[in-house]
């Protein structure tokens, strides 16, 4: 799956999860950026992702990831193993 | 809206959007705060869905993460402002404080047990003092590590032990207490299996021990064990017969042709449903049939020397061509239940989707056609959920079989005031006794037809209540030919100057078109005047289901002073002075003394 397809998918779970309909996701977009993404809808978003792509974020995986663009790398990496 | 069979992913996903849909059918306000020992949030997420599409309207009260003994014991001043109806004590195995080291004595294992079940004791206590509300508690989940292998559960350095020996004094606790339910985590941790159960990747970032599908899992049983304090659990199981009660078409294959009994496979599993179904019946659900078949046809199915269940056995029995949504609409007017009071098995599809399309209030579970999978289903949708188990429970299904007979005799009378003379009725009218009080709150939480009122109380407000002086109460016990029906109206009223004020008056409808009411209100009308009461003034508010009992105050001789321009609410009154008895038909037979 390339960064592209994975960014659409990324797109409607996090506008669901934060109830944001117009939400435009951007690789740059992160925590302080968007506008709801505090620590308990993290929960969800992170439970919503790893059910969407089949995968499991190993523990302390995500901490290090600076933004979406970050994460869709990392989601990348993980699918295609 | 259907929520039930939502995957734990999309309900969190859409949650938000999914939360204001539901508020729009939404209408009876819960005030519930959860006390956690782990975070609750997504517990709670689940857990309002759930209660949104069962028509609750749930207000949350949360404890600060890992705080619940500290909010409940030490600074309880917010949670008793929150003024709760319900609290819940969402602890885990992790939050045991007193686990035994493996080389511990019998006697420090002791030692321990008794103080961790101390701890606990503390806390419900304090809840008691202050919320004087329903405490819904977990019990504890075997745990995941057992350091001493299959010694664990012997010896007295085993958590595994240490936590069956606390379940147990739990389930004690919760056996001499009202006001305590214990709810079972440890079953829906086995059901589950501790591998999709725990997830401490989850533990070690947010502090949230379990899975997304268990925490869904723990708000379905939590919703159901709610549901079922405020009298909404299901009371009539609905069954086809041929692939569900019995392999084959009894139309086709006879009696003698149909699969019921130990001697194959198949059989066995029909029986075993068959014994699932009399095991309901016995704890007081109601067992009814819907079938496509030969009316003649059908009742023979159960006269195969193998079958479990029998005729009698079924308060209600359609076997006809008819469509099924219709005959369940029958079902439910014969019973006098509303629709949201059945659950559906069928093992054909295109009926279950007819019935889940027409009749959108009834429970039909995708029970799929492999019936050794039935109970299981069954048992996951905790649709006949309860809290307690009076006798009443237990003596219902006779009841209803006995109302049927009491139709049957209705027809033969030349006037209703020869049948209901017929029927020997007598009555014990009393104010509010100790050993009812258990019946009395659990009519009032599930009374939805026959209530003026539909106020519901807790079982610490109604013994509250009963030793309160300002308080008029009385219940009703109605026996007749055909035997006890046991304790089937409750009023409760205030008195407040010369004016007595009926703030609930219920009746079971078992017993409706009884002269019930009028029995009571004679009673009522006797405690005023020795009350001193000049007036009494009576409530209705509309809901959904209570209709019937709209123009009550009227039928009783009431004065309407005030209705609501869109009839939601009215209030009557009634002089005492002059006041004829009404009721004719009834027996009073013993009568406690009036307590003032």
């Not at chain 2, 958590?159 to 389930?171: D, G, K, P, Q």
């Not at chain 2, 999709?196 to 599908?213: C, I, N, V």
């Not at chain 2, 007036?535 to 209705?563: C, P, W």
């Amino acid at each position: 799956m390339n960064a592209a397809a994975i960014m659409a998918e990324l797109q409607p779970i996090f506008s669901d999860v934060l109830d944001l309909p117009g939400l435009q996701l951007t690789p740059q977009s992160n925590a302080t950026n968007v506008e709801g993404w505090d620590s308990l809808a993290h929960v969800n978003l992170v439970v919503a992702i790893e059910k969407r792509f089949g995968i499991k974020f190993a523990l302390g995986e995500l901490r290090d990831l600076k933004n979406v663009g970050e994460m869709v790398d990392l989601i990348q990496k993980k699918t295609e193993r | 809206m259907k929520i039930q069979n939502l995957p734990v992913e999309h309900l969190l996903q859409k949650r938000k959007a999914l939360r204001r849909e539901l508020l729009e059918n939404a209408h009876s306000p819960i005030k519930i705060a959860v006390l956690g020992g782990v975070t609750t949030h997504e517990v709670v997420d689940l857990l309002e869905l759930l209660l949104l599409a069962d028509g609750f309207l749930p207000a949350f009260y949360q404890s600060d993460y890992n705080r619940y003994y500290e909010e409940a014991v030490l600074e309880p001043e917010q949670l008793r402002a929150f003024q709760p109806d319900i609290v819940y004590v969402h602890t885990h195995w992790k939050n045991l404080h007193h686990l035994p080291p493996v080389d511990a004595t019998e006697g420090e294992f002791q030692e321990r047990t008794s103080d961790e079940l101390e701890r606990y004791q503390t806390i419900w206590n304090s809840i008691q003092e202050f919320a004087g509300c329903q405490i819904i508690r977990n019990n504890f989940e075997n745990p995941p590590v057992r350091i001493l292998g299959s010694q664990d559960s012997v010896s007295h350095g085993g958590t595994t032990r240490f936590i069956h020996e606390l379940n147990r004094e739990f389930a004690r606790a919760a056996r001499g207490s009202r006001s305590l339910l214990v709810h079972d985590l440890n079953a829906l941790a086995a059901a589950m299996g501790h591998a999709q159960w725990f997830d401490w990747g989850r533990w070690y970032s947010y502090k949230m021990l379990t899975t997304p599908e268990a925490n869904l899992a723990i708000a379905k049983s939590l919703a159901a064990m709610i549901g079922a304090i405020f009298g909404k659990t299901k009371k009539c199981l609905i069954l086809d017969l041929d692939n569900t009660l019995w392999g084959g078409v009894i139309g086709e294959d006879g009696v003698n042709g149909i699969e019921i009994g130990k001697e194959t496979a198949v059989a066995e599993a029909y029986t075993a449903f068959q014994e699932y179904c009399l095991a309901l019946r016995r704890r007081g659900v109601l067992l009814a049939v819907c079938s496509k078949n030969d009316p003649d046809a059908a009742k023979s199915g159960f006269s195969h020397p193998a079958s479990i269940l029998a005729l009698e056995d079924f308060a209600a029995f359609k076997a006809n061509w008819e469509s099924k949504d219709r005959n369940i609409r029958e079902i439910a007017e014969e019973l006098n239940l509303g629709l949201d009071s059945f659950v559906f098995v069928d093992d054909n599809p295109a009926e279950r989707a007819i019935v889940s399309a027409q009749l959108p209030e009834v429970t039909v579970p995708d029970v799929g056609s492999e019936v050794a999978l039935y109970p299981a289903i069954l048992e996951a949708g905790h649709f006949f959920e309860v809290v307690s188990l009076s006798k009443e429970d237990l003596q219902r299904t006779e009841s209803y079989a006995a109302n049927a007979t009491r139709s049957t005799l209705k027809a033969k009378f030349a006037s209703y005031d020869e049948y209901l003379d017929s029927l020997r009725m007598t009555a014990d009218i009393s104010p509010f006794q100790p050993i009812y009080l258990e019946r009395i709150t659990q009519l009032i939480n599930k009374s939805n037809q026959f209530n003026l009122t539909t106020l519901r109380y807790t079982f610490t407000e109604i013994e509250r209540i009963a030793s309160d002086p300002n308080y008029t109460t009385c219940t009703a016990r109605l026996s007749d030919v055909f035997g006890d029906n046991g304790l089937i109206s409750v009023v409760i009223g205030h008195r407040e100057g010369a004016d007595l004020h009926i703030d609930l008056w219920l009746m079971s409808c078992r017993v409706l078109k009884r002269d019930v009411e009028l029995a009571m209100l004679d009673y009522l009308v006797e405690c005023a005047g020795n009350d001193r009461i000049e007036r009494i003034v009576g409530y209705f508010s509309r809901t959904a289901k209570n209709a019937m009992v709209e123009d009550h105050y009227g039928k009783l001789g009431f004065t309407l002073q005030h209705r609501a321009d869109d009839g939601s609410s009215s209030f009557w009154t009634l002089p005492v002075a002059g006041y004829l008895q009404r009721n004719k038909h009834i027996l009073i037979e013993s009568r406690a003394e009036v307590v003032k």
